[in-house]
């Protein structure tokens, strides 16, 4: 038995169907999921994730294309000259400590794997810049390798569903690992996410138009009226997840259509 919130006792069988319903009622909600970090390479990718660390994936892939064209390889970065990177990757913040980063993750890919990002996450641990939330993104996207990767709004929306008590990223990554079969967890990640960014707000959840009401104990935690939840939804498919919920889409104002997710 688990409680999965004040006053709610759940058995750990009824926890596993409806943490499954509620991955099934995700895939139905976010069908556009996807790593929204734009790359074509394992180590477009690695440097995304980097540059993404206190920045929206919006302004990563503002500055990425030219900096992708400019370092191409691993030894590009490796012998970048630091100013002119600084420079470049100004605009995602903290380009001192990134571009630290990135100089040393070319040198390490360099000295110790061929200048190829590894595709095993004991050796992508190992690489400055590169913890385990990342390392997983990488093995996800770039390897189809599956993976789960507990960022803010997947830590939040789990706790919220009460599918774990854990805090630790590292523990929450196992615990909901062992609900859902391994080949479901990148997708499970994006969707996550993309609930997170577009519906379930850290500060204002949208429960008034969230297809996951039923099977949320959280429901409530945010404006529960539709006209209130629908002026919350964020992102281009924002009046399609409206309709999903059962609330007029025309409540959907049409900033919210056009808002970058967070
Ligand atoms: S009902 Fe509310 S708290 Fe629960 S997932 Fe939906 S938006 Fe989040």
Not at 9 to 15: A, C, I, N
Not at 23 to 37: F, K, Q, S, V, Y
Request: net charge positive; with cysteine.
């Amino acid at each position: 038995m688990t409680i999965s919130s004040p006053g709610r006792v759940e058995t750990d069988l009824g926890r596993t169907r409806r943490a499954r319903r509620i991955g099934r009622a995700l895939t139905e909600a976010h069908p556009d999921a996807h790593c929204e970090l734009d790359h074509s390479s394992a180590l477009e990718l690695a440097v995304a994730t980097i540059l993404s660390a206190q920045c929206t994936d919006k302004k990563v892939n503002e500055v990425t294309p030219k900096l992708f064209t400019r370092y191409p390889t691993a030894a590009d970065y490796a012998g970048a000259d630091r100013a002119e990177l600084e420079e470049l990757i100004r605009p995602t913040g903290f380009y001192r400590n990134k571009t630290d980063s990135l100089i040393k993750l070319g040198q390490a890919l360099i000295e110790r794997h061929d200048g190829r990002v590894p595709g095993r996450l004991a050796d992508l641990v190992t690489l400055p810049g590169i913890g385990r939330k990342t390392a997983n993104v990488i093995l996800g996207n770039a390897f189809d390798v599956p993976g789960i990767t507990v960022d803010t709004h997947f830590q939040r929306l789990v706790q919220r569903w009460g599918l774990t008590i854990q805090t630790d990223p590292v523990k929450i990554e196992h615990e909901i690992g062992a609900i859902f079969p391994k080949r479901e967890w990148t997708m499970l990640s994006h969707r996550i996410i993309f609930h997170g960014r577009r519906v379930c707000h850290a500060r204002k959840p949208a429960c008034g138009a969230c297809t996951l009401a039923r099977l949320c104990p959280s429901y409530g935690l945010g404006p529960t009226e539709p006209a209130a939840a629908a002026k919350l939804l964020k992102g281009p498919r924002a009046r399609e997840l409206a309709v999903a919920a059962g609330v007029d889409p025309e409540l959907v104002p049409a900033q919210a259509v056009v808002a970058e997710a967070p």
